[in-house]
């Protein structure tokens, strides 16, 4: 959705098409080490045979490492983990001027190690990651829960079906996977997962649904089918599990293909799913890019835990998106305080979910076009999206800028910190080389005289400084 002129625009480029190697899967470190241009369905590919996996995977398989490491990545693990970045044990960096430095969280360039992400690529250019792996099993034992009421029960009952009360994180009754699907204003269907045996999965009398073949049902489709026949659990294969958005693109797939969900093209032309976003934006032109930022709505809100319930009443009354994807993400207190960060004092409000050292966050994804548009009603997406942001604003969230974003640069700074970013930006020399990150996310078409005046820029201290 984002336009990426700013590529076209550039007075010098960097070719790091090549980097798409896995360098190295230790299974005495338990590191994987990859270079930027690795996604997701190529590292599950070599690492979930012996049984292992990223502590992050996130869900579709084009996601690269790069992006989810300088932008943002989450999975149904991340309750457990955190974001994908929180994963991360190292990161070897290409610096303006050339020089090549491993940064960790222990090392002399720890400031780097915990500035890179979220910086969109402008601190340096990354050129491999080592990332924490952990032991995984051959299935994923699935419940699905159908949830009922108005959308703050529907949120209350997201919360309560994975979250433990506070400083209780090793109850055994946290699922290793969460996710939540919330169909309309009034019904919703949560699901946990347990990694289990291939001797378990395949006990007489359990159920095994291999979700990834071409012609199933799209997944967002069949854990609805939990509101019409009531809670049941199967076994799915890791991997399929891992990818299981990935066919349908969530739901965007009805829009771009409406019959695409049909049996008979599941069957006949479900291999051809889905269609490469890289693809579908070499493919569009402005006039279908402007069309979708005013008539349809891809973002994604990370709100604290105990804020989810004020969240869905908002999307609710503002925008009227359904599906809706709610995964949880733990939000660390780290040495530094980097360009998202937790509630300050929220340890001392002992909340559902938290611990002493991380907050609880939520991903509220909202993906499809808004009920009003669907009705043939007016509906003005750009005001949408900048009464989002202020509400993030308000109630400490954030906002993935993946997305197309209606922040000036005064709210950029007022729901990011620019603390830690621009401190290693004048550090490691990206002034004058790397763009700033606000100038490389905002909307708009970008000139090479912008692109220049922009790697000039830096943050002014009132944007700074003000919370």
């Not at 398989?61 to 999975?75: F, P, R, S, W």
């Not at 709210?411 to 970013?421: E, I």
């Amino acid at each position: 959705m984002r336009n990426v002129d700013y590529k076209r625009a550039r007075h010098f480029e960097v070719d790091l098409s090549a980097f798409r190697n896995i360098l190295e899967i230790d299974q005495e470190r338990m590191i994987a080490k990859c270079e930027p241009l690795v996604n997701m369905g190529q590292i599950t590919r070599a690492t979930v045979p012996l049984n292992l996996a990223l502590a992050v995977v996130a869900e579709l398989d084009d996601l690269t490492v790069g992006g989810l490491i300088n932008g943002y990545g989450i999975e149904g693990s991340s309750h457990l983990y955190g974001l994908f970045s929180d994963t991360v044990v190292a990161y070897e960096i290409v610096l303006s001027g050339g020089r090549v430095v491993r940064a960790t969280k222990d090392n002399e360039y720890s400031d780097l190690f915990y500035a890179i992400p979220w910086s969109q690529g402008t601190l340096g250019l990354l050129v491999s990651a080592e990332i924490k792996l952990i032991p995984i099993k051959e299935y994923m034992k699935l419940t699905y829960t159908p949830v009922r009421g108005n959308v703050r029960d529907l949120g209350q009952a997201y919360i309560n079906s994975f979250a433990p009360q506070f400083g209780a994180e090793n109850d055994e009754n946290v699922p290793d996977f969460v996710e939540t699907m919330i169909y309309n204003a009034n019904e919703g269907v949560c699901m946990t997962g347990k990694y289990a045996s291939k001797e378990e999965a395949k006990k007489k009398g359990n159920k095994i649904n291999s979700v990834g073949w071409w012609f199933k049902p799209w997944f967002y489709q069949h854990a609805q089918t939990a509101l019409t026949k009531g809670e049941f659990v199967e076994y799915i294969p890791t991997r399929e599990y891992y990818h299981r958005h990935t066919r349908c693109l969530y739901w965007e797939g009805k829009l771009i293909l409406p019959f695409a969900d049909q049996w008979w093209f599941r069957y006949l032309f479900g291999w051809l799913m889905p269609p490469k976003v890289s693809l579908l934006k070499a493919t569009q032109g402005d006039a279908i890019r402007n069309y979708y930022h005013e008539m349809h709505v891809i973002q994604d809100m990370l709100v604290p835990l105990y804020k989810v319930p004020d969240a869905l009443e908002w999307v609710d009354r503002e925008m009227e998106v359904y599906p809706l994807w709610l995964c949880p993400h733990r939000l660390y207190k780290l040495p530094y305080k980097t360009m998202v960060y937790p509630e300050p004092g929220f340890e001392d409000e002992c909340r559902q979910g938290d611990t002493p050292y991380a907050q609880m966050y939520t991903d509220v994804g909202v993906y499809y076009a808004p009920g009003p548009v669907l009705r043939g009603e007016v509906f003005d997406g750009a005001d949408a999206v900048r009464r989002m942001e202020n509400w993030l604003i308000e109630n400490h969230g954030f906002q993935p800028q993946y997305a197309v974003s209606e922040l000036n640069e005064k709210n950029f700074w007022r729901m990011f910190d620019a603390g830690l970013y621009e401190q290693c930006r004048n550090k490691y020399g990206a002034v004058g080389t790397f763009m700033s990150v606000y100038y490389k996310c905002k909307k708009g078409r970008k000139t090479e005289k912008e692109v220049q005046e922009a790697e000039q820029a830096q943050v002014e201290v009132p944007y700074a400084d003000e919370d």
